[in-house]
C-alpha cells in the first residue's frame, strides 16, 4: 500500500540540538509539506516543495531547513535557532498535477526538547 | 495575505447535528477542503467543494459560498467518534496549502 512514513514517532532532545525529522512517500506524488501543530492548535505550514530540488518557506520557516533530493523524501531539520521547537511535526504530499487532489498526511513525529 | 476564521471548540450530543463555520480572506481561490483530525492522528481529506452549494456525502455534507467566503460542514446524527478536531483550508491555486485554526469538536452521550 502506499503512503507517507514519518519517524520516528517519538522523538526527544536536548536544546541546542539540531534534530532531523524523516519523511518517505511511496505514492509518485510531485508535491511535500511541513506542517507544524501546537496543542489544541491548527496546523502552520514550515515548508514546501512542489518538485525536486526545490522548495519555498511557508508561514514560519524561521529556525527550521529542509531538502528535497529525491522525489520520494523530504527530510526537515529543528535547528537549535528554533525558540520554541517542541510541537507535533506533519508531513504531507499531494500529485503535482490534476484537478486539486486533497493532502496525504504521515502519521507525524512528536518532538520534544528540554 | 490569507485570513481563516472557525470556532476554536463545539459540543453537541449524541444523534444530533452540528454546523461548523469557516469564514476565509484569501489571495486567489479554487476550492476549500475539509479534513478531519482525531487526536495525536493525522488529519483526513473530509470533503473538497468547488462550486457553490451543498454536497452531501453519507452524514457529512460540506457547503460552500464564494461570494461571501464562508463555508460549513454539517454532521448529522453525531456518533461518539465524530469527536475530533475539523480543520478548514481553501485552496488559493498555488501550492502553499494554509489551514485554519480547526474546530474541536466534542459529543457527549
Known amino acids: 500500500d502506499g503512503g507517507i512514513t514519518q519517524s520516528p514517532k517519538y522523538l526527544f532532545r536536548k536544546e541546542g540540538q539540531n534534530v532531523t525529522l524523516s519523511c518517505e512517500q511511496n505514492?509518485?506524488?510531485?508535491?511535500m509539506y511541513w506542517y507544524r501543530q501546537d496543542p489544541g492548535q491548527g496546523l502552520r505550514l514550515i515548508y514546501y516543495?512542489?518538485?525536486?530540488?526545490?522548495?519555498q518557506k511557508g508561514d514560519i520557516a524561521e529556525g527550521y531547513s529542509v531538502s528535497r533530493e529525491k522525489k520520494e523524501s523530504f527530510p526537515l531539520t529543528v535547528t537549535s535557532a528554533q525558540k520554541n521547537p517542541t510541537a507535533f511535526y506533519l508531513c504531507?504530499?499531494?500529485?503535482?498535477?490534476?484537478?486539486?487532489?486533497?493532502?496525504?498526511f504521515g502519521n507525524g513525529t512528536r518532538l520534544t526538547v528540554t | 495575505g490569507q485570513n481563516i476564521d472557525q470556532p476554536t471548540e463545539m459540543t453537541a450530543t449524541e444523534g444530533a447535528i452540528v454546523q461548523i463555520n469557516c469564514t476565509y480572506q484569501?489571495?486567489?481561490?479554487?476550492?476549500l477542503f475539509w479534513y478531519q483530525q482525531h487526536a495525536g492522528e493525522a488529519p483526513t481529506f473530509l470533503s473538497y467543494?468547488?462550486?457553490?452549494g451543498l454536497e452531501e456525502k453519507g452524514r457529512f455534507s460540506s457547503f460552500l459560498s464564494r461570494s461571501k467566503g464562508y463555508s460549513y460542514l454539517l454532521l448529522k446524527e453525531l456518533q461518539m467518534k465524530d469527536s475530533a478536531s475539523y480543520l478548514c483550508?481553501?485552496?488559493?491555486?498555488?501550492?502553499?496549502?494554509?489551514f485554519g485554526t480547526g474546530t474541536r469538536l466534542l459529543v457527549s452521550p
Open positions: 505514492l509518485n506524488h510531485d508535491a
Open positions: 483550508s481553501p485552496n488559493t491555486g498555488f501550492q502553499k496549502l494554509v
Open positions: 516543495s512542489q518538485i525536486v530540488n526545490d522548495f
Open positions: 484569501t489571495s486567489g481561490f479554487n476550492g
Open positions: 504531507a504530499s499531494r500529485e503535482g498535477t490534476g484537478a486539486n487532489p486533497p493532502l496525504h
Open positions: 467543494n468547488v462550486l457553490d
